[in-house]
């Protein structure tokens, strides 16, 4: 077992590194398509006047002008040794630019995540204990919520809650309640998403004949949903999770352009918007490292919990609809 | 045999009646795409100014613009490119994703490992993101931020028409058809393709519903087709600088959200009837 | 059991039944009010908050001083040899005074004494040498740029004692005084001038000897400025002595527009940056002030390539000129704050003279003067000529934020007398890289200067001149007008040959001119009080004072 489990241990390890490097090649040729760089683009203003000579002087310090295998070649391997270059646009290590934004990211990512379990959680436990009319209508909000574009909900969240009510404000970005409505915004749609897998599990376990006898013997309800329900699901829960990860960082992008923080998502419009290669690159491999993190993990930790799994498959992909 | 068949036909006819009010926007919607102007006689590019920001009412349905265009026309003409864009966006997913599934579960270890590793990133690099930066390489057109979408999708194609793939391969009667002296071609037409066809309807059928928002949020952010043209997502995206105007957001907003739902719905209902 | 359950259903029915309706409710309801109120005299003390939809790339000085964004910090932070008021007159500040020799290649500056920068370092002759020659050539070397539109023609400064500078140029350079007072002219210490690129990017090492100074920055985010306490040489033409009244201004980015003002509106900031024009005049009747300060410049209008058809026939030009009606377009899209053109330059610039009969809206004489250049009106309305359709691409302007909409309805009026108008609209880093004067038939100019010189390099390609109309040197007229203004050596014998120039590029059709451009639009708290703007229409908050 345990050299089994040793060997799939490294080979996970090895693919999730590879999954990462090829990432981060992969933004490099992408953006390469589109000639221009935020130095090239800034001199060849024409509000500045520049001559050729001065323009090509000072593009070849920055070694703009060296084919892009060479360029290629010389980012990645510092990438692997961990340093991730200098912004093209700002000029500022690019470590320090995440570094600033990351905090504001990860506080709305996490709340979000919180937000739609308590969403995804209130649903499932609708679905099982409301009469049967309630019910039935709690069914169709996950299908609901992935139909509404965060985008909408967020702008609707900030002209109620900020303009009309005057809750929170809205160039108080970070704050409390800001967060909170932002957390919400992008906690909706991913809440669909685990509220699915939630109600088709759930509803594949009370099914069972455990779950009857539980019944029988008359528990309160909530103990019923906790104990003998909520627990045997929890693990493709914790699959569709790892997936979600992706979800919310996606969704970071836009909810931070309307509450106007200054995460992640706002450096990415920064620098798509003046193609700031070397910042876009570090921000797709970590959102690259974090999403294959927590698969691996997931992969890691599940044949430990589950015996059922065999080591050699995958684990099981929970009922997730498509 | 025939009592399955008269089960099934009589499953499709009760057709849940919120699965009816489904399709009939559905339909509406790609009408509105095919032939706009059967819908509405007002221009979407030309407006009069002196009635701009009227609110909707008997003359303008959804209201007007900054400019005094009317906004309910331009909601049904911006309907083909949000549409059209969202199954552009479909098409590459199922063919790009379809055949590098198809490959992956039918060629020898080292296509499957090697495709295998382009999946994973696909579907590594968060979905909005992927779009972005595909879009901002090709240009900030709606016709690309559908490819950009397209793209993103084909990871999720992929791993099914692969699971697919597989599971055809091992079943018993696959197997059987392979002794008898079928050839690989054989069993990819006669017995892979229509198996996974169903699965991969349904999952098209949902991400078409998701590039529609996708394909909205893109243009929401700039990544889309410049006014006059009059994407969803656009639309949303001008109205928000008008909050005196609340009918700018709302109007395209809930066309969106209504199509959406639709789509979601009819995905349900087919899954449900698999 | 049944009957706890049903009562939460109920609730969570009601709740949302509620939620509904108040989002129904506020769907319908406007918001915003305001109070007025305030005291006359200056006081100090007070912080404000100016809201910005940016805050540029990067803060190395010479790459970002002329960033219409980062203009603003600059303009607190640093100090100039000379100031530029919004009617283009030119006054001292760290240059007491000056003199020029007879053919202006010889320049003297006479500096104020006791002026030190922030770290210390004293505000001489050799710091202003240092900054002059980093701002004509920049540093390849280290990567940094030199600071667009300054003179090509400089040639060295010297420091002759403490506090005086020759300043040599290669050629007649009239404009090297106003120069100074534009955007990129900031006297930045010696010491941060050393620094390496990456140092520089820093905005905290950026020193300068300005009223303010940066007490923190977040990059993306916000920028607060603190007042320097020791401060004692603002420009004379301000008229006031000793530090700032605010004790500090805090630069935050908020990019939507709409969240801009309705901060403002609500007491949480003190300033917007470019409001949605529309809006303004329901801004100044609930008591706010707005300010829509015009920079000196060229108006907002479009450069037409000669070298495209049909383009090259003079009456299509001239068609162009008078098929736009520029008063439609302010009551539209902007506000009657802002002013039709009345040449291809800004009125507030020196030398700048009325010429707007020349391009007046004449939808009659455009029609004449297409019909008599042999386009023919098709049934659908646009003209066509040997089979081929009058059309025309407008590429909207990404750095002013009303191009889009003024293009679409400028594509409306054309489309009025014959013309097939399409719009294609880019982002900033394609517009920058795919659309060049000359490159396209019209081209849309949003373009500031300090001295009507600069003119004249725009105009041919006669000393690497930008070629805007794509005439080369074919037009002897315009090659010599445009000679004569560059090498003038008096402001008086230049402002006449400025007015036959503009005469002559008007009636030649070269220029469209659509309206004077206000780039910068400003949104302020009505207890905000003392506010100047400069030629670049960058607001001054040294005078500034709340109450």
Redesign the interface.
Same mark, same amino acid.
């Given at each position: 077992m345990d050299s089994g489990y040793a060997a799939y241990a490294a080979r996970r390890v090895l693919q999730a590194v590879v999954v990462i490097l090829l990432a981060y090649v992969f933004t490099f040729l992408v953006i390469s398509v589109l000639p221009g760089d935020p130095v090239t683009n800034t001199l060849r203003n024409p509000q500045n006047g520049f001559t050729e000579e001065q323009i090509s002087r000072i593009v070849s310090y920055y070694g703009l002008d060296r084919p892009v295998g060479v360029q290629l070649w010389e980012s990645l391997s510092r990438f692997v040794t961990g340093d991730l270059g200098v912004s093209l646009r700002s000029n500022l290590p690019v470590s320090r630019m995440i570094g600033e934004v990351l905090g504001s990211t990860l506080v709305l990512a996490a709340s979000a995540l919180a937000v739609a379990l308590v969403l995804a959680l209130a649903i499932g436990f609708g679905t099982r204990f409301l009469p049967k009319r309630a019910a039935r209508l709690l069914r169709s909000f996950p299908s609901l919520f992935l139909s509404l574009p965060n985008f909408v909900i967020g702008l609707v969240l900030i002209q109620v809650f900020a303009f009309q009510l005057g809750l929170f404000r809205v160039i108080d970005a970070e704050g409390g309640l800001a967060t909170f409505f932002a957390a919400v915004a992008l906690g909706i749609p991913v809440s669909a998403r685990i509220a699915e897998v939630l109600i088709t599990n759930l509803d594949h376990e009370a099914g069972q004949e455990y779950a009857a006898v539980a019944r029988s013997r008359g528990p309160g309800r909530a103990r019923l949903f906790a104990r003998h329900l909520l627990k045997p699901s929890s693990l493709p829960v914790v699959t569709v999770i790892a997936v979600v990860v992706g979800e919310l960082l996606s969704g970071a992008v836009i909810t931070e352009q309307i509450f106007g923080r200054t995460g992640i998502g706002s450096l990415v419009q920064r620098s798509v918007t003046t193609q700031d290669l070397p910042v876009l690159q570090a921000i797709v491999s970590l959102a690259a490292v974090v999403f294959v993190a927590v698969n691996l993990l997931a992969d890691l930790v599940y044949p430990l919990l589950d015996p059922r799994v065999r080591l050699g498959g995958k684990r099981q992909k929970a009922a997730v609809p498509a | 045999m025939s009592v399955a068949t008269t089960a099934v036909s009589r499953a499709a006819v009760r057709i849940p009646p919120t699965v009816v009010l489904s399709f009939l926007v559905v339909a509406i919607v790609l009408l509105w795409s095919l032939v706009p102007g059967l819908f509405t006689s007002q221009d979407p590019a030309v407006g009069v100014p002196a009635d701009k920001f009227a609110a909707p009412g008997a003359a303008h349905w959804f209201g007007t613009d900054q400019l005094g265009r009317d906004l309910y026309s331009r909601v049904v003409h911006g309907t083909a490119s949000s549409v059209s864009s969202a199954l552009v966006a479909i098409g590459i997913g199922v063919v790009a994703g379809g055949l590098i599934g198809l490959i992956a579960g039918f060629a020898g270890r080292w296509a499957d490992t090697v495709l295998g590793r382009l999946v994973d990133v696909l579907l590594a690099i968060p979905e909005f993101l992927l779009a972005v930066i595909i879009v901002s390489s090709l240009g900030f057109r709606t016709i690309n931020a559908a490819v950009a979408t397209g793209i993103s999708a084909v990871g999720v194609f992929a791993r099914v028409m692969r699971a697919e793939v597989i599971k055809t391969r091992r079943a018993v009667f696959v197997e059987a058809s392979y002794l008898q002296g079928g050839s690989r071609w054989h069993i990819l037409l006669r017995h892979v393709l229509p198996n996974a066809s169903r699965s991969l309807l349904a999952l098209a059928v949902l991400q078409f519903g998701l590039s529609i928002l996708l394909i909205a949020s893109l243009a929401f952010l700039g990544y889309g087709d410049p006014p006059p043209a009059s994407d969803w997502g656009l639309l949303i995206s001008v109205g928000k600088d008008y909050p005196l105007a609340p009918w700018l957001i709302y109007a395209p907003a809930l066309v969106m959200i209504a199509t959406v739902l639709s789509v979601n719905r009819i995905s349900r209902w087919l899954r449900k009837t698999d | 059991m049944?009957v706890n359950?049903?009562r &939460?259903?109920r609730r969570?029915?009601r709740t949302i039944a509620g939620l509904v309706t108040?989002?129904a409710l506020? &769907?319908?309801? *406007?918001?915003g009010t305001n109070t007025a109120g305030g005291s006359a005299t200056p006081k100090p003390g007070g912080d404000i908050?100016f809201?910005i939809d940016s805050l540029g790339?990067?803060?190395?000085p010479n790459?970002s001083s002329?960033s219409s964004f980062q203009g603003h910090i600059w303009g607190q932070v640093t100090d100039k040899l000379v100031y530029v008021d919004e009617n283009g007159a030119v006054s001292p500040w760290i240059a007491q005074s000056w003199e020029q020799n007879a053919d202006a290649t010889q320049f003297t500056l006479h500096l104020k004494q006791g002026v030190t920068f922030s770290d210390g370092t004293p505000l001489d002759a050799a710091a202003v040498v240092a900054n002059l020659d980093i701002w004509a050539r920049?540093d390849?070397?280290?990567?940094?740029? *030199?600071i667009?539109?300054f003179p $090509?023609t400089y040639d060295h400064a010297e420091a002759v004692d403490a506090s005086t500078v020759k300043v040599s140029f290669t050629a007649p350079t009239l404009g090297f005084i106003p120069t100074l007072g534009y955007h990129g002219s900031i006297l930045i210490s010696p010491k941060t001038l050393a620094l390496p690129?990456?140092e520089? !990017?820093?905005l905290s090492n950026d020193i300068g000897s300005g009223p303010y100074v940066v007490a923190s920055w $977040?990059?993306?985010?916000s920028v607060v400025l603190k007042k320097r306490a020791d401060y004692n040489w603002g420009p004379p033409a301000l008229n006031h002595q000793g530090p700032a009244y605010l004790d500090s201004i805090t630069y $935050?980015? /908020?990019?939507?527009?709409?969240?801009r003002t !309705?901060?403002v509106q609500?007491h949480? &900031?003190d300033v917007a940056y470019n409001p949605?024009p529309?809006?303004l005049s329901?801004f100044k009747e609930q008591g706010y002030t707005t300010a829509t300060p015009r920079y000196l410049g060229f108006v907002n209008g479009f450069a037409v390539n000669t070298k495209a058809a049909p383009f090259d026939d003079v009456r299509v030009r001239q068609a162009l000129q008078h098929g736009i009606n520029r008063d439609?377009i302010i009551?539209? /899209?902007y506000t009657p704050d802002w002013l039709p053109a009345k040449s291809f330059i800004q009125s507030n610039v020196p030398g700048a003279t009325d010429h707007s009969t020349d391009f007046a809206y004449d939808a009659a004489e455009a029609n004449r003067l297409l019909d008599e250049a042999g386009w023919v009106k098709g049934p659908d309305g646009t003209r066509a000529k040997n089979g081929k359709p009058l059309e025309l691409t407008l590429y *909207?302007n990404p750095y002013l934020a009303t191009s889009?909409?003024v293009d679409?309805?400028i594509a409306?009026q054309l489309?009025k007398i014959g013309f097939k108008v399409t719009?294609?609209?880019?982002? /900033?880093?394609?517009y920058?890289?795919r659309i $060049?004067?000359g490159g396209v038939p019209a081209y849309e100019v949003t373009?500031s200067f300090i001295d009507a010189g600069t003119v004249a390099?725009v105009l041919t390609d006669a000393n690497?001149g930008?070629n805007w109309f794509g005439l080369g040197q074919s037009d002897p007229k315009l090659t010599q007008l445009g000679a004569a203004v560059a090498g003038a050596s008096t402001v008086g014998e230049r402002d006449k040959v400025l007015d036959q120039l503009q005469g002559y590029v008007l009636q030649q059709g070269y220029f469209v001119p659509i309206t004077q451009i206000v780039q910068r639009i400003y949104l302020q708290s009505p207890d905000l009080h003392g506010v100047s703007y400069n030629g670049l229409a960058y607001a001054n908050y040294y005078t500034a004072w709340l109450g």
């Amino acid at each position: 077992m345990d050299s089994g489990y040793a060997a799939y241990a490294a080979r996970r390890v090895l693919q999730a590194v590879v999954v990462i490097l090829l990432a981060y090649v992969f933004t490099f040729l992408v953006i390469s398509v589109l000639p221009g760089d935020p130095v090239t683009n800034t001199l060849r203003n024409p509000q500045n006047g520049f001559t050729e000579e001065q323009i090509s002087r000072i593009v070849s310090y920055y070694g703009l002008d060296r084919p892009v295998g060479v360029q290629l070649w010389e980012s990645l391997s510092r990438f692997v040794t961990g340093d991730l270059g200098v912004s093209l646009r700002s000029n500022l290590p690019v470590s320090r630019m995440i570094g600033e934004v990351l905090g504001s990211t990860l506080v709305l990512a996490a709340s979000a995540l919180a937000v739609a379990l308590v969403l995804a959680l209130a649903i499932g436990f609708g679905t099982r204990f409301l009469p049967k009319r309630a019910a039935r209508l709690l069914r169709s909000f996950p299908s609901l919520f992935l139909s509404l574009p965060n985008f909408v909900i967020g702008l609707v969240l900030i002209q109620v809650f900020a303009f009309q009510l005057g809750l929170f404000r809205v160039i108080d970005a970070e704050g409390g309640l800001a967060t909170f409505f932002a957390a919400v915004a992008l906690g909706i749609p991913v809440s669909a998403r685990i509220a699915e897998v939630l109600i088709t599990n759930l509803d594949h376990e009370a099914g069972q004949e455990y779950a009857a006898v539980a019944r029988s013997r008359g528990p309160g309800r909530a103990r019923l949903f906790a104990r003998h329900l909520l627990k045997p699901s929890s693990l493709p829960v914790v699959t569709v999770i790892a997936v979600v990860v992706g979800e919310l960082l996606s969704g970071a992008v836009i909810t931070e352009q309307i509450f106007g923080r200054t995460g992640i998502g706002s450096l990415v419009q920064r620098s798509v918007t003046t193609q700031d290669l070397p910042v876009l690159q570090a921000i797709v491999s970590l959102a690259a490292v974090v999403f294959v993190a927590v698969n691996l993990l997931a992969d890691l930790v599940y044949p430990l919990l589950d015996p059922r799994v065999r080591l050699g498959g995958k684990r099981q992909k929970a009922a997730v609809p498509a | 045999m025939s009592v399955a068949t008269t089960a099934v036909s009589r499953a499709a006819v009760r057709i849940p009646p919120t699965v009816v009010l489904s399709f009939l926007v559905v339909a509406i919607v790609l009408l509105w795409s095919l032939v706009p102007g059967l819908f509405t006689s007002q221009d979407p590019a030309v407006g009069v100014p002196a009635d701009k920001f009227a609110a909707p009412g008997a003359a303008h349905w959804f209201g007007t613009d900054q400019l005094g265009r009317d906004l309910y026309s331009r909601v049904v003409h911006g309907t083909a490119s949000s549409v059209s864009s969202a199954l552009v966006a479909i098409g590459i997913g199922v063919v790009a994703g379809g055949l590098i599934g198809l490959i992956a579960g039918f060629a020898g270890r080292w296509a499957d490992t090697v495709l295998g590793r382009l999946v994973d990133v696909l579907l590594a690099i968060p979905e909005f993101l992927l779009a972005v930066i595909i879009v901002s390489s090709l240009g900030f057109r709606t016709i690309n931020a559908a490819v950009a979408t397209g793209i993103s999708a084909v990871g999720v194609f992929a791993r099914v028409m692969r699971a697919e793939v597989i599971k055809t391969r091992r079943a018993v009667f696959v197997e059987a058809s392979y002794l008898q002296g079928g050839s690989r071609w054989h069993i990819l037409l006669r017995h892979v393709l229509p198996n996974a066809s169903r699965s991969l309807l349904a999952l098209a059928v949902l991400q078409f519903g998701l590039s529609i928002l996708l394909i909205a949020s893109l243009a929401f952010l700039g990544y889309g087709d410049p006014p006059p043209a009059s994407d969803w997502g656009l639309l949303i995206s001008v109205g928000k600088d008008y909050p005196l105007a609340p009918w700018l957001i709302y109007a395209p907003a809930l066309v969106m959200i209504a199509t959406v739902l639709s789509v979601n719905r009819i995905s349900r209902w087919l899954r449900k009837t698999d | 059991m049944p009957v706890n359950t049903s009562r &939460a259903a109920r609730r969570l029915l009601r709740t949302i039944a509620g939620l509904v309706t108040v989002v129904a409710l506020a &769907a319908c309801a *406007p918001g915003g009010t305001n109070t007025a109120g305030g005291s006359a005299t200056p006081k100090p003390g007070g912080d404000i908050t100016f809201l910005i939809d940016s805050l540029g790339d990067t803060w190395i000085p010479n790459n970002s001083s002329i960033s219409s964004f980062q203009g603003h910090i600059w303009g607190q932070v640093t100090d100039k040899l000379v100031y530029v008021d919004e009617n283009g007159a030119v006054s001292p500040w760290i240059a007491q005074s000056w003199e020029q020799n007879a053919d202006a290649t010889q320049f003297t500056l006479h500096l104020k004494q006791g002026v030190t920068f922030s770290d210390g370092t004293p505000l001489d002759a050799a710091a202003v040498v240092a900054n002059l020659d980093i701002w004509a050539r920049g540093d390849a070397s280290r990567g940094i740029n *030199p600071i667009g539109l300054f003179p $090509k023609t400089y040639d060295h400064a010297e420091a002759v004692d403490a506090s005086t500078v020759k300043v040599s140029f290669t050629a007649p350079t009239l404009g090297f005084i106003p120069t100074l007072g534009y955007h990129g002219s900031i006297l930045i210490s010696p010491k941060t001038l050393a620094l390496p690129a990456g140092e520089q !990017a820093d905005l905290s090492n950026d020193i300068g000897s300005g009223p303010y100074v940066v007490a923190s920055w $977040k990059e993306g985010d916000s920028v607060v400025l603190k007042k320097r306490a020791d401060y004692n040489w603002g420009p004379p033409a301000l008229n006031h002595q000793g530090p700032a009244y605010l004790d500090s201004i805090t630069y $935050k980015i /908020v990019a939507e527009p709409s969240v801009r003002t !309705a901060a403002v509106q609500s007491h949480q &900031a003190d300033v917007a940056y470019n409001p949605s024009p529309q809006e303004l005049s329901s801004f100044k009747e609930q008591g706010y002030t707005t300010a829509t300060p015009r920079y000196l410049g060229f108006v907002n209008g479009f450069a037409v390539n000669t070298k495209a058809a049909p383009f090259d026939d003079v009456r299509v030009r001239q068609a162009l000129q008078h098929g736009i009606n520029r008063d439609e377009i302010i009551s539209t /899209v902007y506000t009657p704050d802002w002013l039709p053109a009345k040449s291809f330059i800004q009125s507030n610039v020196p030398g700048a003279t009325d010429h707007s009969t020349d391009f007046a809206y004449d939808a009659a004489e455009a029609n004449r003067l297409l019909d008599e250049a042999g386009w023919v009106k098709g049934p659908d309305g646009t003209r066509a000529k040997n089979g081929k359709p009058l059309e025309l691409t407008l590429y *909207p302007n990404p750095y002013l934020a009303t191009s889009k909409s003024v293009d679409e309805l400028i594509a409306q009026q054309l489309g009025k007398i014959g013309f097939k108008v399409t719009i294609q609209a880019f982002d /900033v880093v394609t517009y920058s890289s795919r659309i $060049k004067v000359g490159g396209v038939p019209a081209y849309e100019v949003t373009r500031s200067f300090i001295d009507a010189g600069t003119v004249a390099g725009v105009l041919t390609d006669a000393n690497n001149g930008e070629n805007w109309f794509g005439l080369g040197q074919s037009d002897p007229k315009l090659t010599q007008l445009g000679a004569a203004v560059a090498g003038a050596s008096t402001v008086g014998e230049r402002d006449k040959v400025l007015d036959q120039l503009q005469g002559y590029v008007l009636q030649q059709g070269y220029f469209v001119p659509i309206t004077q451009i206000v780039q910068r639009i400003y949104l302020q708290s009505p207890d905000l009080h003392g506010v100047s703007y400069n030629g670049l229409a960058y607001a001054n908050y040294y005078t500034a004072w709340l109450g």
